[in-house]
């Protein structure tokens, strides 16, 4: 599943995101199958420390439950409340999350309206 078919649909997910000004969506993706997707959140949980809302990484990788992601492709859009797009690169808390679970390429979109990457080993 290439970058820009992913960062479609994960476009039409924005919607049910819920933060006021900024709709982010992660879809963690393995061997070409979607294996769950998450979006902001104005709840909070343990894995975001002392961040008092779940960023859409983290929300995907608690929604993947016990499925293995190791050697998946994480895909990050942010667009603004007037479908912006911005820059959607994962803050530390997310890229641990991410390497902890075995996600080890991370895919993102940046104010210039294209798309960058990430590995990690």
């Not at 909070?44 to 420390?49: C, Q, V």
């Amino acid at each position: 599943m290439d970058a820009n078919r992913v960062m479609t649909i994960a476009q039409k997910h924005m919607h049910k995101c819920q933060h006021r000004q900024h709709n982010v969506v992660c879809v963690i993706v393995k061997k070409g199958k979607i294996m769950s997707m998450g979006y902001n959140d104005l709840r909070s949980h343990p894995l975001m420390g002392t961040q008092k809302k779940v960023h859409a990484e983290v929300r995907a990788v608690v929604k993947a439950g016990r499925k293995d992601l190791t050697g998946a492709t994480a895909f990050v859009i942010r667009c603004n409340k007037n479908n912006k797009i911005g820059m959607a690169k994962p803050c530390p808390i997310c890229e641990k999350v991410l390497r902890d679970r075995g996600v080890n390429h991370v895919f993102f979109t940046n104010s210039n309206l294209s798309i960058q990457e990430l590995h990690y080993s």
